[in-house]
């Protein structure tokens, strides 16, 4: 499950960063920073830095652990709604009869 999660994970990773580096994105990056005012220009370039430095770091890590959570969610629901159905179709009965009490 791990593996599916993280083999997702990594194309995702890729298609963010390919995203990231297109030059339309570079551009409306630069343009949000050049309509600031000179003193909040520079501080607004170093959080976009640091915020590049911080996805770098965990953006993979995170991705994966939340598609985990995914995979395992929907294998959870998968298994649940295949019980359902076989117990609803008469697949898994008891073969005892019920109690009268």
């Known amino acids: 499950m791990q593996r599916l999660a993280r083999w997702i994970a990594r194309r995702l990773w890729w ?9 339309g994105m570079r551009r409306l990056q630069s343009a949000s ?3 600031m005012s000179p003193e909040r220009a520079e ?13 770098r770091r965990i953006g993979l890590p995170l991705i994966t652990f ?8 929907l294998a959870i629901q998968a298994v649940y709604s295949a019980a359902i159905y076989l117990v609803e ?3 898994l009965r008891s073969r005892r009869p019920p109690e009268e009490g």
């Open 43 to 55: 501080r607004a370039r170093r959080s976009l830095v640091r915020q590049n430095a911080l996805a």
């Open 33 to 35: 920073i050049r309509w």
């Open 89 to 91: 179709s008469g697949v």
């Open 66 to 73: 939340l598609l985990t959570l995914l995979v395992a969610s």
């Open 15 to 23: 298609g963010s960063l390919w995203l990231m580096r297109r030059p």
